[in-house]
Structures are given as structure tokens and as C-alpha cells.
């Protein structure tokens, strides 16, 4: 079992319309989790992070965790095609100098 | 959010040749750094963590003796590619989190393209 898993799409969504993309991790114990949007051929940029359960906005951005279901989820509303990149799930465990650890990514392409 | 310089963002060199890659916390101190590589339509695979003042340790299946790590003060780590090929060619990426708390999110370099001809 991958430690953190993400249909790797791609996910095609209109102009406008809600974008919700899915990851869920291995170990129980993490305690950070990120969303990272990636660019072809670009380093990844952190566009959201959580640590606890629930959900968190930021602008058109919402993360949500469920650490019991060991599922994490981001939202975009009003997607627009700026907003087509990969989408990188990342968890990393208790610890300042824990790793981070990657999924695949969502390749998300939103049509105009 | 810190920054996290990468040098070079690009680089073609001969096989059997040496390639050094920089990574710098600009704003920052950062005792670990992480290096990962990429390669076309896969995810970032960590390759070792660079540990300041000390041997970096090495994920499963990546040779030390060819990905020289060396991380030499709190703010430079560099990866050294010796005698790369051609299936060395790959998007290597480096990355630093500030030394506080538990829950920081890594930043990211811009990246080093590595075509090995």
C-alpha cells in the first residue's frame, strides 16, 4: 500500500464549476498534511496547509481533513484554467525534521 | 513563506561527468534538507536527507556513493551527481522546512533540470 494515495486523473472540470480532489495517507500517526500545486516543469508551490480536523478556507481553496478516515481533501470553487496544474498531496509525521512524503498528484485541467 | 534558492535551475553535462547542485534557506536556518528527484509524469521521490554537520541518510535503492550530500552549514546543503549517464537525467528538487515547530510545511527550491548526454 502506497503511503499516500491520489487518482492521478486526469480530472477535467468546466470553467466556473467546483474541483474537489482526494488523497488518502497509510500512517496514522501524521500530523501535518499539505497541498501543493505543481506547474509542468515547475518546483511545487504550497497552496494550502491543515493539521487538524475539519476544514479550512483560504479564499477559493478549502482543505479538508479527517484524520479517522485518514482522508484529506481539497476543494477549488470557481475553477478557473489557471488553475489546471497538478495537485500534490503531501503528509509528514510528528517531528520539525519529519519527511514529507508525496502522492502521485492529480493532474486537474479545467476547460473554459 | 521562507525561501529556498536552488543553482543551477538547469544544466547538460557529458556522461561520466560530475554535476554539483546548490540548495540555500535564504531566510532561514534549516539543520535538514531534503532532496528529491522527479521523473516525467511520476511523483517527487525522496532521495536522502541532508543532515547539517552530519553523514546524510539515504532512502532505499539511491546509492550515497554516487548522490554525494553534503550540508556543510545551517543555510547550504548541495547533491553531487559523480559520473552521471543518461538515466541519471531527471527534475531534482531540494527542500528546507525552518527549524521551529512540528507543523511546517516544507518549501520548496526552484529546481535543477539534469539532461545527461
Known amino acids: 500500500q502506497k503511503e499516500v494515495e491520489q487518482n492521478s486523473g486526469p480530472l477535467s472540470v468546466p470553467e466556473g464549476a467546483i474541483a474537489s480532489l482526494n488523497c488518502t495517507y497509510s500512517?496514522?500517526?501524521?500530523?501535518?498534511f499539505f497541498w501543493y500545486r505543481q506547474y509542468s516543469g515547475k518546483s511545487p508551490e504550497l497552496i494550502m496547509s491543515?493539521?487538524?480536523?475539519g476544514d479550512k478556507e483560504d479564499g477559493r481553496f478549502t482543505a479538508q481533513l479527517n484524520k479517522a478516515s485518514q482522508y484529506v481533501s481539497l476543494l477549488i470553487r470557481d475553477s478557473q484554467p489557471s488553475d489546471s496544474a497538478t495537485y500534490l498531496c503531501?503528509?509528514?509525521?510528528?517531528?520539525?525534521?519529519?519527511?514529507?512524503?508525496f502522492g502521485i498528484g492529480t493532474k486537474l485541467q479545467v476547460i473554459p | 513563506g521562507a525561501v529556498v534558492s536552488q543553482h543551477p535551475s538547469r544544466v547538460i553535462c557529458k556522461s561520466g561527468t560530475s554535476v554539483k547542485i546548490e540548495c540555500r534557506s535564504l531566510d532561514f536556518q534549516a539543520t535538514t534538507m531534503f532532496w528529491y528527484r522527479q521523473f516525467p509524469k511520476q511523483s517527487l521521490m525522496l532521495m536522502a536527507t541532508s543532515n547539517e554537520g552530519s553523514k546524510a541518510t539515504y532512502e532505499q535503492g539511491v546509492e550515497k556513493d554516487k548522490f554525494l550530500i553534503n550540508h556543510a552549514s545551517l543555510t547550504l546543503s548541495t547533491l553531487t551527481v559523480t559520473s552521471a549517464h543518461p538515466e541519471d537525467s531527471s527534475f531534482y528538487i531540494c527542500?528546507?522546512?525552518?527549524?521551529?515547530?512540528?507543523?511546517?510545511?516544507?518549501?520548496f527550491g526552484q529546481g535543477t533540470r539534469l539532461t545527461v548526454v
Open positions: 503531501a503528509v509528514k509525521g510528528s517531528g520539525g525534521y519529519q519527511k514529507v512524503t
Open positions: 527542500s528546507a522546512s525552518p527549524l521551529t515547530a512540528t507543523n511546517t510545511e516544507a518549501f
Open positions: 500512517d496514522r500517526v501524521s500530523q501535518s
Open positions: 491543515i493539521y487538524s480536523n
